[in-house]
């Protein structure tokens, strides 16, 4: 077949239907690429060795102390829940109650009194896993039961009965202030090690550890306990901070919820130590927006605390917290977690001074207020 010769206007139309149809190809198949990947976008995360939908998880505190309560976190979108903490004196008083036969409250700690003198009911302790055994059965998301304690005395018995209960792991929230004059480093960090120990005994459910700071070598440390055998440590542990009235002369709490910029320690020791454990790490504290969430899991966390965030926006937040997490994966071209986790970890950092004193240097030496 033979086509009459093009005249110059002809071949330009035709150059230009052939530019703009590739160009129409193009962004084609780029908004194709984006819907997928847009349906791609996977946050699930592995925790505990249990699935999370997601790395969220809202942590021990009042928000988390009724079932009605956790159904709404988890409608808000939250991947687990920890619930509100058992104190140990709670198990032992009531074991006492049931054994009639406890005289000397010589390890009952006296500042207890005060706590169960408040109105606390006696019958926390069943209350306690009547919660877990229903909240269990409203909810699909993990519940991680929480004690906290500061002993490895008769409690531990009671993590059996957690377990029984249904909960699908145990975070030890270790309330260890180094403020005992008695008692030297070794002793308190032994204590570490004991908990675990006698806890280990009484469950196979993963152990999650919530530590504080306050240790003398504190990367070591860390370390150390990942080699127990637990599933995970919680880093950190957030203690109410003392201040004083000066009319009273009494001291006060103060900041019981945390600020966005208390964000920097446990970024820096979950960057410092994801690569060097041989178990899972939660963050926890500061952690207010979605960017907070990324910043995390950057440092290598397999999964997010948040509990200050919740009191002051409402569980609704955490969809937002969600979502702007989605969009930013969106955005850098990341479908699943993995594909960015531990990234700005120390380990694999570029800069791993960036976590150490050189970088104090560079800071504080030029620092100018403006
Ligand atoms: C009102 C309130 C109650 C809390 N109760 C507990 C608790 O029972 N057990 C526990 O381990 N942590 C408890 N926490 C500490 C939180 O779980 C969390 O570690 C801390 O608030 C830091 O996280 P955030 O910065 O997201 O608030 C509580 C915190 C708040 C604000």
Redesign the pocket.
Known sequence: MKFPPLQSKQKILLLKAAFFGQFFSYLLIKVITHQKNKHMIDLTTKFLGLTLRNPLIV?????TDSVEKIKEIEQAGAGAV?L??LFEEEIISEMEEAMHRMTSRAFIYPETFDYMDEGEDEDSVRKYLRLIEETKSAVNIPVIA?I?CVSAQKWTYFAKEIQNAGADAL?L?LFILPTDFERSAEDNEKLYFEIVEEVQKQVTIPILL?ISYYASNLGQMIQKLSNTGIGGI?L???FYSPDFNLETYQVTSSN???KPT??SVSLRWIAVMADRVNCDLAA?????DGDALIKQILAGANAV???????KHGPKYIGQMLEDMKKWMEHEGYNKLDDFRGKMSQAKSSNPAAYERVQFMKNFRHFIFE
């Not at 605390?305 to 009191?311: E, H, R």
């Open positions: 942590g021990s505190c009042g928000l920890v509100k903490s929480s906290n975070e929230n919530k919680t950190f542990n957030r019981v919820l945390s208390d964000l926890s504290t500061g952690v207010h605390q948040v509990v200050s965030a919740l009191y």
